[in-house]
């Protein structure tokens, strides 16, 4: 079993710059591959980025390329998103996820891989 749960979420002005956590216990995070997800009201969870186990390999959404960086420090056993550069658009709820597995990291895009799942972290962006 894996929980996770995400902090450093808030108010932010365009332009701006946040940086997420999310700290994992349960069993070392260096066994599973992970990733965030977003929620805006009313609109479906977005693939936003993705890391493997040891954080050699990461692939980002494009809407985030450039802005945002995901890291993770194994030995912390925690998962960060770095986000510059913060756009209105960014407004959504954060997710971080966990997989247990070793898939390619394109497969992480999409929600199904998961085995589990952070209760999000709020970023609003004002213009």
């Known amino acids: 079993q894996v929980q996770l749960v995400e902090s450093g979420g808030g108010l932010v002005q365009t332009g701006g710059s946040l940086r997420l956590s999310c700290a994992a216990s349960?069993?070392?995070?260096?066994?599973?591959?992970m990733g965030w997800f977003r929620q805006a009201p009313e609109k479906e969870r977005d693939f936003v980025a993705a890391?493997?186990?040891?954080?050699?390999?990461?692939y980002y959404a494009d809407s985030v390329k450039g802005r945002f960086t995901i890291s993770r420090d194994n030995a912390k056993n925690t998962l960060y998103l770095q986000m510059n550069s913060l756009k209105p658009e960014d407004t959504a709820t954060y997710y971080c996820?966990?997989?247990?597995?070793?898939?390619?990291?394109?497969?992480?895009?999409?929600?199904?891989?998961?085995?589990?799942w952070g209760q999000g972290t709020q970023v609003t962006v004002s213009s």
């Open positions: 996820a966990a997989n247990l597995d070793s898939l390619a990291l394109s497969t992480y895009v999409r929600q199904t891989p998961y085995d589990y």
């Open positions: 349960g069993r070392p995070v260096s066994t599973y591959a």
């Open positions: 890391i493997s186990r040891s954080g050699t390999n990461s």
